[in-house]
T-cell receptor, first 109, second 117 residues
Framework: KNEVEQSPQNLTAQEGEFITINCSYS?????LHWLQQHPGGGIVSLFM???GKKKHGRLIATINIQEKHSSLHITASHPRDSAVYICAVLLEYGNKLVFGAGTILRVKS | KAGVTQTPRYLIKTRGQQVTLSCSPI?????VSWYQQTPGQGLQFLFE???????NKGNFPGRFSGRQFSNSRSEMNVSTLELGDSALYLC????????????????FGPGTRLTVL
């Protein structure tokens, strides 16, 4: 079993829809990152969370430490949001980043 | 402020050769981490350097090595290349203090796409 599981693996949405991507982990962590990767490889760090909720524009990230679960929400989705979204956890011991397999999001206009 | 730069962007090598990839972090950033991304394994952590010292290492064979210079620039080297080493190699930098380690926001470079024939 992978230490970090993401769902769904693939997601197609219509422009304007509310999108949720989930991340569950089975290890102790000190922080969780949400990353965005566009075709061509460039990765952007969206959020780093250790508790609660963060918001940036149309993006919202939440984490529940007790349930070992995080969600990334996109409100009013747009075709430019089409990308791979990757959840990564910083292990509590060893300070290594472990990545989920990613969620491929396609937003159609 | 310039972002993280990686050179070269593309590289083709043959099995058995060695390769050196370079990463220049954002000015003022002292931590540099390296990652390998393949279609089969996804993103995997290689190692992290802070102030010229390797602080952490992933589960890769000894053929993968790295170093960091006093100006925070970092290089990674892969010796005796295998077909399975074909991947996108990404580096990321962060301010990270000695206590924060890799917990600071990381800024990724565009990657070096290595193809081993």
């Amino acid at each position: 079993k992978n230490e970090v599981e993401q769902s769904p693996q693939n997601l197609t949405a219509q422009e304007g829809e509310f999108i949720t991507i989930n991340c569950s982990y089975s290890v102790g962590i000190s922080a969780l990152h949400w990353l965005q990767q566009h075709p061509g490889g460039g990765i952007v760090s969206l959020f780093m969370l250790s508790s609660g909720k963060k918001k940036h524009g149309r993006l919202i990230a939440t984490i529940n430490i007790q349930e070992k679960h995080s969600s990334l929400h996109i409100t009013a989705s747009h075709p430019r949001d089409s990308a791979v979204y990757i959840c990564a956890v910083l292990l509590e011991y060893g300070n290594k980043l472990v990545f989920g397999a990613g969620t491929i999001l396609r937003v159609k206009s | 402020k310039a972002g993280v730069t990686q050179t070269p962007r593309y590289l083709i090598k043959t099995r058995g050769q060695q390769v050196t990839l370079s990463c220049s972090p954002i000015s003022g950033h002292r931590s540099v981490s390296w990652y390998q991304q393949t279609p089969g394994q996804g993103l995997q952590f290689l190692f992290e350097y802070f102030s010229e010292t390797q602080r952490n290492k992933g589960n890769f064979p000894g053929r993968f090595s790295g170093r960091q210079f006093s100006n925070s620039r970092s290089e990674m080297n892969v010796s005796t290349l295998e077909l399975g080493d074909s991947a996108l190699y990404l580096c990321a930098s962060s301010r990270a203090s000695p206590r924060d380690l890799v917990s600071d926001t990381q800024y990724f470079g565009p990657g070096t796409r290595l193809t081993v024939l």
